[in-house]
């Protein structure tokens, strides 16, 4: 549980990790879009700005022109007069796109064109004087020293005001551009350096779980070798204890025969019956020692895997067991699929469950008892069914122990070690093994066993 709850620590650590960084590229990506267009914005100020002088200029070289042209009469001036007048024009129409976005800049505009055409207007005038049949030099001189210094300080006034209003929007810009800038920094500086505190103790972590799995591993191994050295130990404890009990037992049984053959006649009925115990006993505990004996060979006699044909096998199991049954009962057999196991001990597991369904169907007026397989994904369950007395489903967890009984000595004989059997030449197999029954009505094992030989 602890383990599960590390792992999970180290997974939302390295998710939380992740979806910082994948915030944080998404926040460098809007910045630099940010950037871009205030980069944008401030070129478009620097051309706002560059445009009005570059009006102011021109208006100045208008006038520059004109006064060439009052002086000399030389029609040069006339032609770089009227190239001022169509490049205003042109810088006007530049200036209204640049602040389409401005309003308060382009609500000055027009009144900005007003003063130029106004400056302009005048300076025709002027030339209109001077090209009058006759020339009234104090009129010319009136006209610019009058109205024509009036709209050019006018003009200036209106281009410094836009000027002053492009300067304060730049300035605004850049402090805008320069706290983004840093604000980026440090939501990138801390961001990526609590990710990557993320990410190192998500790798430390990763690395000493893996450490501690090792360690876990390590025990884990030394226990199941000390566990199998331990089953070993019982095992050949448990078989040199059985094999030792014969001897004795052999005995019992042996002088018990001599006493019961040969002096039956001395004897009363008590002691007659107290001789026929004792030699039931002996019966008893010689069918417990081979029983004993045959598990715990089990787990020593290797397992050769062949391929087995079950619908054979059952056949042969089945003339077996019933070869000396009181009361036989009717056998239903479905075709048996075939798999691969150790022929002798899978002869074993049938010969156990159906002797038990012999057994325990033997109080029923009608008994029967089914087989039949079923393939599941990479193995093949077999299942042996009977109608006879069945048995508790809250004890099932004692069913398949050693010497483990669900009924008494007495209803049904047996020493309790058979589906022990079952369980461990299945397990040995790498298949399972369980059963469900409903008291009076039905009892179904149900045992596993590969398709294939596993590489």
Known sequence: MKANRKVLGIKVGLIVALMILISLSGMTLIRIQQFAESAKAVEETHLVIEALHQILLDVKDAESAQRGYLLTGHADFLLAHDAVAQRLVGRLTTLRDLTSGHLKQRDQIPILQDMIVQRMETLASGIAL??????DRGQIVDLIQGQGMSSMAQLHVQVHRMLATEEEELKRRAALVSHNAASSRQWIFFGNLFAVSLLLYGVWAILREIEQRKLAQRETQKS????????KELESFSYSV??????????????SRILQEDYADKLDDE??????????????MGMLIDDLLTFSKLGRKPVELRKIDMNELVDDVWRDVTSHADKVPAFNKAYLLPCYGDRALVRQVLFNLLSNSIKYSSTVSEPVIDIFSTEEEDEIVYSVRDNGVGFDMRYYDKLFGVFQRLHSESEFPGTGVGLAIV???????????????????????NFSLPTEVSA
């Open 130 to 135: 001077f090209r009058a049949p006759i020339l």
């Open 224 to 231: 199941m070798a000390q566990l199998e050295l331990t089953n």
């Open 242 to 255: 059985s094999h030792d009990l014969r001897s004795p037992l052999r005995a019992i049984d042996g002088y």
């Open 271 to 284: 002691g007659r019956r107290i001789l026929n115990v004792v030699r039931d006993s002996s019966k008893k």
């Open 423 to 445: 369980k461990r030449v299945v397990v040995r197999h790498g298949g399972r093994v369980w059963a469900q029954s409903e008291p009076a009505k039905e009892t179904i094992f």
